[in-house]
């Protein structure tokens, strides 16, 4: 049922952290107790919005029953429910991104100048379902999966901290907040003042074999624009395809705290 093999290792562990949250949801009551779960889950969460992000781009499941459910579960890690990046990313931002008066996920502010880190994840998190929506407009059918995935993680998330209010608001609202706002974080260096005038100049490539390993090769994101269509595991290949023409100063480490792990490649 798994489109790629290469994704089975990922959403079996997933499946695992999954598990955990739900034994701390349903086990535990002090609140500090459940603030420490949901600190140590922000940096293995990192790699499910990650993959939240592929899935998006190349379904996981043959069969869309299972990729619904996944989406479920993901919705709870990462704060991105089904279709959201769809629409916001693959046919928002992966349209629009040489154009910082129409990407979704802009940079640079009205007056032309560049965000800070922290102002473009802000803004970033807030606009992110507004402008999945606005997108859905162009896309009904994607839009129509969108409200009704949504409607029902909501009413999934309402029933969860209904039953155990203090858990249900640490592990899965403020959980899946964190990770969102951590996503957008994260993206702010893959494009944020880099030139706008081609695919090749356009993104940072971040070329370390733990971030890759750990967020899907999102460090070949050359790659990854350029094709947005291939699947995770096959953009180190189509990077090698594209490197001449990638201008060095495209080349960067990884935010932290993943560049303690490895030296970032340079060419």
């Known amino acids: 049922m798994f489109r790629y093999a290469a994704d089975r290792p990922y959403v079996f562990a997933f499946i695992v952290l999954f598990l955990l949250d739900l034994t701390a949801y349903l086990t535990l009551d002090h609140p500090l107790i459940l603030f420490l779960v949901f600190l140590v889950g922000i940096f293995p969460k990192a790699a499910v919005c990650a993959f939240n992000h592929h899935h998006q781009h190349v379904t996981t499941f043959t069969w869309e029953p299972l990729n619904r459910l996944l989406e479920l579960m993901y919705v709870l890690q990462t704060g991105v429910s089904s279709h959201a990046w769809v629409l916001h990313h693959s046919v928002g931002h992966h349209m629009n991104y040489l154009d910082q008066q129409k990407d979704e996920s802009r940079w640079r502010r009205d007056d032309g100048s560049l965000m800070s880190e922290f102002e473009y994840a802000f803004k970033t998190t807030l606009t992110a379902y507004p402008r999945a929506w606005v997108v ?97 595991s096959e953009l180190p290949k189509l990077h090698d395809e594209l490197k001449a023409n990638i201008p060095q100063d495209a080349y960067v480490k990884p935010g932290w705290p993943w560049r303690w792990f490895g030296k970032a490649q340079t060419f």
Do not use: C, E
């Not at 994607?142 to 640490?170: C, D, E, H, K, N």
């Not at 356009?202 to 094709?227: C, E």
């Open 136 to 232: 859905g407009a162009k896309h009904p059918k994607l839009r129509f999966t969108f409200l009704w995935m949504g409607l029902l993680s909501l009413a999934l998330i309402g029933a969860l901290v209904a039953y155990r209010p203090i858990p249900g608001l640490i592990i899965f609202v403020l959980g899946p907040a964190f990770s969102l706002f951590g996503t957008a974080w994260a993206t702010y260096a893959h494009h944020a003042g880099r030139s706008t005038d081609s695919h090749a100049v356009a993104s940072n490539n971040m070329i370390q074999p733990f971030y890759n390993w750990l967020t899907g090769n999102l460090g070949y994101h050359t790659a990854h624009h350029t094709r947005p269509g291939v699947h995770w």
